[in-house]
């Protein structure tokens, strides 16, 4: 098995998530996880046109504690 810093394959794919069309990710509807380079959280995002996002401590598809 290999080493992953990430605690599942969905978060994995929303982590990775890169879009063809926008360039930032609060651009994207498709683009649900946001993680801060700055303080290290992780947030859902939210489409309002803004830079909004809901810090999340746990992940939304396994249940982990997020790092
Ligand atoms: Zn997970
Ligand atoms: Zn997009």
Redesign the pocket.
């Known amino acids: 098995m290999k080493t992953t810093k990430f605690c599942c394959e969905s978060m994995q794919y929303h982590l990775e998530y890169k ?4 360039k930032d990710a609060f ?5 649900l996880i946001f993680k801060s380079k700055k303080n290290k959280d992780y947030g859902i995002i939210i489409h309002d046109g803004g830079n909004s996002f809901i810090t999340i401590k746990f992940c939304p598809w396994c249940g982990k504690k997020l790092t």
């Open positions: 879009c063809d069309i926008h651009e994207c509807p498709d683009n």
